[in-house]
């Protein structure tokens, strides 16, 4: 019995919450006394999936069917479960994105497992199997003991720190689940995913810097981008932005738009309504700019830059780009 891990990848690479998932899944079979197994899907590189030893992984199970470089539900659940059936795991961990959560709400009805999201710790073992998760858009916190034989976990991100082992590689094998066209037949016309102005994909962003309806038209949107390309950063917007189609929609954060949780967030111009902190508020770093002094967001915010955007961001483009010098 080994427990599995579900790990993402994107151009090649292993997302940076897949390397806190695989941080938590080995720290977690060192609790129960077994080991940690991987399972990739699509298009990832084998010396990326080597690399996963560095977190604890023992071994990769790798499905490389080139149908699965696009995320197709049912599909990516049966490669999944073939994987857990071979290792006989009983833990299967995920990284909470918009497919983990899809896919790990699927695997609970098919293997009758328990399902916890958004979780942020590890399990309390002794007597049962609890866990802790965020709840309220991160404004409490709450005990689930999961009872069923298969247990299943959607991590947080950013709430694990990445282990790094030097000299530790894992096996890699080819996984075949004997795919059909049947469980691609839900496969969607577009991707999942769209990348941002920058091209950076804005739920794995370490940065983003967001826009609010203070910077008064799209015309001036170029102070988000040009201080975002500095900084490497995805850019993003408020919700009443993505309504008046300053930007794309897909740029929206907040709550009934993308959740992130980046180790910085800049919010340009933005009031800070509850509906839009309940997007961001996992942010390691909240750094907010906004004239109005009485903006709710300075209340959330770790820093905060009372002042006219279209003075302040210009002079943080400049010191940005200084430190490329």
């Known amino acids: 019995m080994s427990v599995l891990v579900f790990v993402e990848g994107l151009n090649g690479e292993i997302k940076k919450s897949s390397l ?5 899944g080995s720290q977690v079979a060192q609790q129960l006394g077994t080991t940690a197994t991987a399972v990739a899907i699509g ?12 977190q604890g992984i023992s071994k990769v199970l790798y499905d490389a069917d080139a149908r699965l470089k696009q995320f197709v539900a049912d599909a990516y659940v049966k490669v999944i479960a073939t994987a857990a059936q071979q290792e006989n795991a009983k833990v299967l961990v995920f990284s909470n994105t918009n497919i983990g959560a899809a896919v790990g709400s699927k695997l609970a009805v098919r293997l009758n497992g328990s399902l916890a999201t ?6 309390k073992v002794e007597g049962g199997f609890v866990v802790t998760r965020s709840v309220f858009s991160g404004k409490a916190f709450a005990d689930v003991n999961l009872t069923g034989d298969v247990k299943i976990i959607a991590v947080k991100k950013n709430s694990i720190e990445i282990v790094h082992t030097a000299g530790n590689t894992a096996t890699i094998e080819q996984l075949a689940a004997q795919l059909t066209d049947a ?4 496969a969607p016309k577009e991707t999942v995913m769209q990348d941002t102005e920058g091209g950076v994909l804005l739920p794995e962003a370490e940065i983003v810097v967001s826009g609010g309806r203070g910077l008064k038209g799209p ?3 170029h102070l988000v981008e040009n201080l975002a390309k500095a900084l490497g950063a ?8 993505s309504d008046l189609d300053w930007r794309p929609h897909h740029e929206h954060v907040g709550q009934t738009g993308i959740a992130v949780s980046p180790n910085l967030y800049i919010a340009i111009g933005i009031s800070g309504a509850i509906q839009h902190l309940a997007g961001v508020n996992s942010s390691k770093v909240i750094v907010v700019i906004n004239k109005d002094p009485e903006a709710p967001f300075f209340k959330a915010a770790d820093y905060g830059i009372v002042g006219d955007a279209f003075e302040v961001v210009p002079k943080l483009i400049e010191a940005a780009k200084a430190l490329d010098r």
């Open 43 to 54: 298009e990832v590189h084998e010396e990326a999936l080597a690399k996963l030893g560095a």
């Open 234 to 241: 995805a850019t993003a917007c408020s919700k009443p932005v």
């Open 219 to 221: 015309e001036n949107w």
């Open 118 to 123: 958004n979780v942020t710790q590890l399990p």
């Open 20 to 24: 806190e998932a695989a941080t938590y």
């Open 183 to 186: 469980d691609f037949a839900a």
